[in-house]
């Protein structure tokens, strides 16, 4: 069967292929060190767990308005409104099958042919592939670690052009780890009110920051900034909710509408059980939002330090979220001789050498890196380092 021409420019998540990778190798009986799938590692908090099940039984297993409960809605805003001080409505709230269907929902709903989006590089898999599936042009805007890979207003202002249509900004940063500064955020966002752009803010990991910083809001930063703001954010990361699919937008009134709509015809509502889940995650107690963050920060102290130790790899400071994104290009310069000249296939011979699993820095549009995720526990998280230590030592001789 012939397939259509979208599906042939369409790269698989590289994340996801990897974890799969791994997962296949561990179900053979391989000691396997997974730290390439970006997921938190701890349980749903229980209080979560029970909503859902509570929800099945009052008999909450049928479809819910398209565009989420009117309980998750109004949670999602109230919960928005009180960290971020800016009034939204739940009107505004478009609840969806996780963050990824959040950002494919957005991009339909925005982009026309010929329209470009501004995607600062490196960047997570999905936004590139999604911009694309729309129909649109993602145009990637190489950052430096010098600069700990945070676009600067210059670069900004260089990749603009008439088609240009929308900024896609990420902070905290998946696949850097990085978290702008609100005057560089600012700063980017005086850019994008000269050149009338959309803004798309994924502040999924908003809530993961390290050393007592903060993430503020995109659209705090500016006043009128709401109004060619989508925040994109979910529960996934914040209570460790991957499987249970729910993301949200929140955006403009009309524009919401028009998700709403769109996602009433592609797929209706996210699972109703894990609606109510997500109901209980925004308005329940938040000590396990601190719990996870404050063990996520010891991994990082951790993995960062041991990382700054070993030759050849250099890597920009770690503010939030749960990935290490290194620099190898040294590391890669001296295994050339032995047949491995790029990201990928450095990780290929990690993987089969040291069976450890990264993800190849080319798949976030960054040749000459490679992302750890460490949403894994520390003795995990030791052993990965000793490895990936003994293979930049040696990376020709099997594990013994
Ligand atoms: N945005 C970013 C930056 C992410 O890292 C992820 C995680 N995959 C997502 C969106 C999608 O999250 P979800 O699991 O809610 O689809
Ligand atoms: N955000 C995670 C990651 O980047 C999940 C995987 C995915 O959705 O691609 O690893």
């Not at 909450?60 to 409505?89: C, I, N």
């Not at 500064?181 to 009338?196: R, S």
């Amino acid at each position: 069967m012939k397939l259509a021409r979208r599906m042939a420019a369409l790269e698989p998540s590289a994340t996801l292929a990897m974890a799969a990778r791994a997962g296949a190798m561990k179900a053979a009986g391989l000691d396997v060190i997974d730290l390439s799938v970006g997921e938190p590692d701890f349980p749903t908090p229980p209080h979560i767990c029970r909503a859902a099940e509570a929800a099945i039984a009052a008999g909450y297993t049928k479809y819910t308005p398209a565009a989420g409960l009117a309980a998750l809605r109004k949670a999602v805003a109230e919960d928005y409104t009180r960290r971020s001080g800016l009034a939204v409505t739940p009107s505004q709230v478009v609840v969806s099958n996780g963050a990824k269907h959040a950002l494919h929902n957005a991009f339909t709903a925005l982009l026309d042919e010929q329209d470009e989006v501004v995607v600062p590089a490196p960047y997570w898999v999905s936004y590139a592939e999604l911009v694309k599936l729309a129909g649109a042009t993602p145009v990637l805007v190489e950052t430096r670690i010098e600069d700990d890979f945070k676009l600067l207003p210059e670069a900004l202002r260089a990749a603009l052009t008439p088609r240009t249509r929308m900024l896609l900004i990420c902070s905290p940063s998946n696949p850097t780890g990085v978290v702008y500064q609100p005057a560089e955020l600012a700063a980017l966002a005086d850019v994008a009110i000269d050149a009338d752009l959309t803004v798309l803010a994924d502040e999924i990991y908003d809530q993961l920051v390290f050393d007592g910083r903060t993430s503020p809001s995109f659209p705090t930063l500016r006043p009128g900034l709401t109004d060619r703001t989508i925040v994109v954010a979910g529960v996934s990361k914040t209570y460790s909710m991957t499987g249970w699919r729910i993301g949200w937008t929140i955006a403009p009134e009309p524009l919401s509408k028009a998700i709403a709509n769109l996602q009433s015809q592609e797929t209706s509502n996210p699972s109703s059980i894990s609606q109510h889940a997500a109901v209980a995650a925004l308005t329940g107690p938040q000590e396990c939002v601190e719990q996870m963050r404050r063990a996520f920060q010891l991994r990082r102290d951790l993995v960062a330090a041991r990382l700054r130790r070993l030759s050849g790899i250099r890597l920009p400071d770690i503010g939030g979220a749960f990935y290490a994104f290194f620099d190898i290009r040294a590391a890669l310069a001296r295994a050339r001789s032995v047949g491995i000249a790029t990201s990928l296939a450095w990780c290929e011979m990690l993987l089969e050498r040291q069976q450890v699993a990264l993800v190849a820095g080319s798949a976030f549009g960054a040749e000459g890196h490679v992302r750890m995720s460490f949403a894994a526990g520390e003795e995990t998280l030791a052993r990965g380092l000793d490895r990936v230590a003994a293979f930049l030592d040696d990376p020709t001789t099997p594990r013994a």
